[in-house]
């Protein structure tokens, strides 16, 4: 089955702090991607970040990194001095080839609250 | 221009209503797709369209119609439509039929009454 995991519903943390989210996924692809999006309330979907499959290093985007451990197939996302404005729902998403094209496949998300 | 445009942002119509939802891109991308999202879920891949023609259709009720006229503009025609068809949806669009950077527009909030 092709799935991502999100097993944290909802998380909260305190401005200035650092939060994780957790992803896991399964798939049977050897080349794909990964990526952490990030849906404020305004509802549209942003890019946070991106991690190709075979690159072994873990991406990094200002104050968001991911731990990507391959053979475990984790992805998590980690978020560095939080600020007010990363509060959203935070979906985690790979790539999957279906007839020529890819798709994204999406966890469920975690709903993030950055108190003040 | 790094923006996908959707119109309108707010649309109410009726079960036998014809309505269309529009979404342009002047990035150059080759690759455009239609999303579905219910309230607090995941978006759900509907149509995906490359270089202009339809590459993928997740089994989607044939009362939604995808178009695309040129490489810029997605449509998404709207018949008979039942209450559990109001959504959120959402248009994206990358560089050609790979999702190695998908750039969303802000979505068109769809009521059926």
């Known amino acids: 089955a092709q799935t991502v995991t999100q097993s944290q519903p909802e998380m909260s943390v305190q401005e200035a702090e650092t939060v994780t989210l957790s992803c896991t996924y399964d798939t049977s692809e050897s080349n794909y991607y990964l990526f952490w999006y990030k849906q404020p309330p305004s509802r549209q979907m942003i890019l946070v970040i991106r991690?190709?499959?075979?690159?072994?290093q873990n991406a990094t985007e200002n104050r968001f990194s991911v731990n990507f451990q391959k053979a475990a197939k984790s992805f998590s996302l980690k978020i560095s001095d939080s600020q007010l404005g990363d509060t959203a729902m935070y979906f985690c998403a790979f790539t999957l080839t279906q007839g020529g094209s890819e798709k994204l496949v999406f966890g469920k998300g975690t709903k993030l609250t950055v108190n003040p | 221009d790094t923006e996908v445009t959707q119109t309108p942002k707010h649309l109410v119509m009726g079960m036998t209503n014809k309505k269309s939802l529009k979404c342009e891109q002047h990035m150059g991308h080759r690759a455009m797709y239609w999303y579905k999202q219910k309230a607090k879920k995941p978006p759900e891949l509907m149509f995906v369209?490359?270089?202009?023609?339809?590459?993928i259709n997740e089994s989607v009720p044939s009362r939604f119609s995808p178009e695309c006229p040129n490489s810029s503009l997605l449509n998404l025609h709207l018949h008979a439509l039942q209450p559990e068809d109001s959504a959120l949806y959402l248009c994206a669009s990358s560089h050609r039929d790979s999702n190695e950077k998908l750039f969303f527009g802000s979505g068109t909030q769809l009521s059926v009454l």
């Open positions: 991690q190709e499959a075979y690159k072994q």
């Open positions: 369209y490359s270089y202009e023609k339809l590459s």
